[in-house]
């Protein structure tokens, strides 16, 4: 209901007007990514369902309650994706505050449902050493094993997700000095440093292998793309899957694996050897350290090392 005294903007938008000019916003203004666009108008697509099944077409009907129970609805989704839907909700009400279309926040006071604490899938330095090799065969020189080497070490190496790692152009690189651009969420930019083991493993991809790739494109050839496919073509993120996976397998490493595993790896390691948070929250790109602070757990190893060397009565 209104606030006494309070009237909106320009009459009382629709769900649908709210949400598209919201979307805009986001898309446009903010820059946010385009796979962050569409999750949220998913997310803000199954509330606005379920408002207009309780009969409420605008966002001046809603109260907390019902942004309560629409969290209950989702009872059955994971507690990871009941929070991502939230932070939605969260976004748009605040969004319409803002525009003058409502006058106050209701979903304000709804708290996300707490998951169980789990720890990110990470290899231990000995099973990413493994890992990096397992992606050419030992003295392989042919483009494409040149290529998987060089791309695993230049993920390890930078903590960068898949998308910035297909995405990374060769002006995005300065081996000399050891440095790479990476364009993140939002397209934002960083700079993070490229160690040696991937600064020798890309000088031989770019030298012996990057070449041959791109003369197989049969037009148009890629002059832009680091990292290329068999045809030629920038190399796509479901490729990356694939060569992790099947270098996990030679590897013999009987964990999940997926490309993040390597970012996980990347940051755990770091913070395991002595980098503090922040530091790594910048290596990331992530825009809070909240998020970075899940990988300043201790590994049970590391727990039981500390113990047996610490505790009086532990021997």
Known sequence: MDEPGWHAKSGTDTLDDLIDRFLAYIDVERGLAKATV?????????????????GIGSLVEVSRHDVEDFMASLAVESARSRARRLAAVHELHR????????????????????????????????EVSKLLDAAAPKGATDPVSLRDRAL????????CRVSEAVGADLADIDLDQRVARLTGKGSKQRLVPVGSYACAAMHAYLNDGREPLMRKAKSNPELRAIFLNKRGRRLSRQSVW???????ERAH?????HPHTLRHSF????????????????LLGHASVTTTQIYTHVSPQVLMETYLTSHPRAR
């Open 152 to 159: 695993l070490e230049f993920m390890y190496a930078t903590g």
């Open 95 to 126: 969004f319409a505050v803002a525009e003058g279309k409502i006058p106050s926040d209701v979903s304000e006071g709804v708290k996300p449902p707490k998951g169980p604490s789990t720890l990110p899938d990470v290899l231990s330095v000995d």
């Open 253 to 257: 490493i009987d964990k999940p694996l």
């Open 267 to 282: 940051a755990t390691h770091l913070i395991q050897g002595g980098a503090d948070v922040r530091t790594v929250q910048e």
């Open 242 to 248: 694939e060569i992790v996976r099947i270098a996990g």
């Open 38 to 54: 569409a999750a949220y108008r998913s997310d803000l697509s199954r509330y606005a369902q379920w408002l207009r099944g309780r």
